[in-house]
């Protein structure tokens, strides 16, 4: 916003009219117009006078509006964050683990003590960044079941839990 548009508009929150604002400052109307318009600019004397008859600040009608300017920085922050994560984003999907650690995964369910050793370490290294995060999550949370169930499956066999021992008299 220009000086001359923040002249008027502060001369019109006021409630003035450009006849009340030249008599205040004993100069001709034809000057407030022009002021207003940008065709020219008040003397510092006169910039100070009207900074006190509108009841502004002088760096109020010389600077830019600042609420704009806020929000503009704000902006201009959530704009490089934005950035910044996606750059992190498209970085890492370079380096995506996300097939890699799925098939080891899977891998834990064919050989039952390694998925109970290895299905924590893939949880471990799962990133929100892999392709398939999710569903390795699934299947390592599924290989620790499965490897539990069958493990338990296994020591019952060699010591006998949960079995009935019948004898047979010849």
């Keep these: 916003m220009a000086l001359g548009e923040r002249l008027k508009e502060s001369r019109v929150n006021k409630g003035y009219s450009q006849g009340n604002v030249a008599d205040h400052l004993h100069i001709s109307r034809q000057s407030i117009s022009k002021w207003e318009n940008g065709n020219s600019y008040p003397d510092l004397d006169n910039l100070v006078k009207l900074s006190t008859y509108y009841e502004v600040s002088i760096d109020e009608l010389l600077k830019e509006n600042q609420e704009l300017k806020k929000k503009i920085e704000e902006n201009k922050g959530k704009i490089e964050e934005n950035v910044q994560k996606l750059a992190f984003i498209r ?80």
């Design 91 to 170: 970085g890492s999907s370079e380096k995506d683990e996300g097939l890699i650690l799925l098939v080891l995964s899977f891998l834990g369910f064919l050989i039952t003590p390694l998925g109970l050793i290895t299905s924590p370490i893939l949880i471990f290294r799962n990133k929100k960044t892999n392709t398939l995060h999710k569903f390795i999550y699934v299947a390592c949370i599924c290989c620790i079941a499965y490897n539990l169930f069958t493990g338990y499956g296994i020591l019952s066999d060699i010591f006998s839990w949960g079995t009935t021992t019948v004898e047979y008299l010849g």
